[in-house]
T-cell receptor, first 115, second 111 residues
Framework: GAVVSQHPSWVICKSGTSVKIECRSL??????MFWYRQFPKQSLMLMAT?????????EQGVEKDKFLINHASLTLSTLTVTSAHPEDSSFYIC???????????FGSGTRLTVV | QKEVEQNSGPLSVPEGAIASLNCTYS??????FFWYRQYSGKSPELIMF????GDKEDGRFTAQLNKASQYVSLLIRDSQPSDSATYLC???????????FGQGTRLTINP
């Protein structure tokens, strides 16, 4: 089955620093990628959608200059949280979908803690 | 009105019984419906997806879809303690590839 590798699985950073999260599809080429965020005891909220080679589309209320998404290839997407603040502490999860395929494969998630 | 609604629970079910999880959605044009299981601190894992009205069975799991009522459910037969988790309902809105999630139902199976 489809495998998505997400790295790092957890990270602690200081306020004001930036953190990069990588999401890589290991055995398929992903045309569309979604980044979700999940706060404790809440559901997954879509942050942005990105298509390979195109700019990401952000959901309402998500700052595109703060959450930088790069989907430069069919197998790799990155999310950079810039100038992180404690309120950005959350569980970030990526998922890919493929052309003409309704399957969604989730990464293992990244627990970000900003102190 | 939320796009996808679930009862947050907690729902407690004795071991061996049937657990019934429900979900309603607001976009009548939605085409694809998914049930995910999420253990604490982990990423969601797909249990089942359903596209057509009616029932779809996979082992102990049965998904039921009623598009007229905008309702999708998941039945877990012979519930096991390992089924204790949060169950997330997710929907593809019409014309969109993204998944919209409900808030999840926390299920506890009591031995």
């Amino acid at each position: 089955g489809a495998v998505v590798s997400q790295h790092p699985s957890w990270v602690i950073c200081k306020s004001g620093t930036s953190v990069k999260i990588e999401c890589r599809s290991l055995d398929f080429q992903a045309t569309t990628m979604f980044w979700y965020r999940q706060f404790p005891k809440q559901s997954l909220m879509l942050m942005a959608t990105s298509n390979e080679g195109s700019k990401a589309t952000y959901e309402q209320g998500v700052e595109k200059d703060k959450f930088l998404i790069n989907h430069a290839s069919l197998t790799l997407s990155t999310l950079t949280v810039t100038s992180a603040h404690p309120e950005d502490s959350s569980f970030y999860i990526c998922t890919f979908t493929r052309r003409n395929n309704y399957g969604y494969t989730f990464g293992s998630g990244t627990r970000l803690t900003v102190v | 009105q939320k796009e996808v609604e679930q009862n947050s629970g907690p729902l407690s079910v004795p071991e061996g019984a049937i657990a019934s999880l429900n979900c309603t959605y607001s976009d009548r044009g939605s085409q694809s419906f998914f049930w995910y299981r999420q253990y604490s601190g982990k990423s969601p894992e797909l249990i089942m997806f359903i596209y057509s009205n009616g029932d779809k069975e996979d082992g102990r799991f049965t998904a039921q879809l009623n598009k007229a009522s905008q309702y999708v459910s998941l039945l877990i037969r012979d519930s096991q303690p390992s089924d204790s988790a949060t169950y997330l309902c997710a929907v593809n809105p019409q014309g969109a590839q993204k998944l919209v999630f409900g808030q999840g139902t926390r299920l506890t199976i009591n031995p």
